[in-house]
């Protein structure tokens, strides 16, 4: 490596290192939501699933493909799938739960084998839930959990007064989590909106979006920063 890379490459290991040793555990998110354009690398998610696990974070939902932009081939859905390039040996040793939310038909049979091996493997681990979206929409999940709150009236199960917010909830596909509601969410690639990702769940979830405008820019520098950033803020859940 030539002098001046191993140099860039201390510097940031520095500011790193700075950022992460002023976290402050009281104040960090339990569950963080992380949307990025076309996926992120083996490497990105393996760094960012290990400082979850060492600050406690509980849940990571990391979100790529919605139905607006899932009109590709199954191959390339492959390539931006993101939890297949996890190691299920380094998920077990770090004991991850894995789960899938969305809609499994736009993902090829091989990839759906190792992300079925992966629920089915995982299922009893605690200490970091990762959740990944594909092929995702919020108003999707809101509109399906109506249906299925209907047929349970209509079968006399519930009566329509019985429904609130928690009721509701556990209709929804992330009823998978014990944390179903980000309590942050990160946006990559340079843009700024959710574009329907979550709109329940993340009524009162505090959002960052990062300049950078390659997903691949993105790394545990730059989570740290949003984790740090999160700190510092005064969550109102909708008061004043």
Partial sequence: MAPIAEEEDSVAELKYQALYDGLQ????????????????????LNDIARICCELRIKVLSVSTLSSANVRRSKEEVDVTTNIT???????ERNDIRVSVIGKRDSISDSSLD???????????NKSLHI????????????????????EKVKDGVIQPEDID????????????????????MIRT???????NFMIWQMAYTELYFVEEND?????KTSFVEALDSYQKRSRRFGGK
Avoid: W
């Fill in 131 to 150: 959740i990944e979206a594909i092929d995702y929409t919020g108003r999707g999940d809101i509109i399906q959990a109506c249906m299925a709150l209907a």
């Fill in 215 to 219: 997903d691949l820019e993105f790394n």
């Fill in 25 to 44: 555990a009281e104040l960090l998110p339990t569950h963080v939501a992380i949307m990025f354009m076309d996926g992120a690398s083996g490497e990105q």
């Fill in 189 to 195: 690639g340079g843009k700024y909106s959710i574009d």
């Fill in 85 to 91: 390039k996890l190691s299920l040996e380094d998920i």
């Fill in 114 to 124: 190792i992300i079925n091996k992966m629920e089915k493997t995982t299922k009893n």
């Fill in 165 to 184: 917010e928690n009721v509701f909830e556990q209709e929804l596909e992330t009823k998978c989590s014990e944390f179903p509601n980000p309590d942050l």
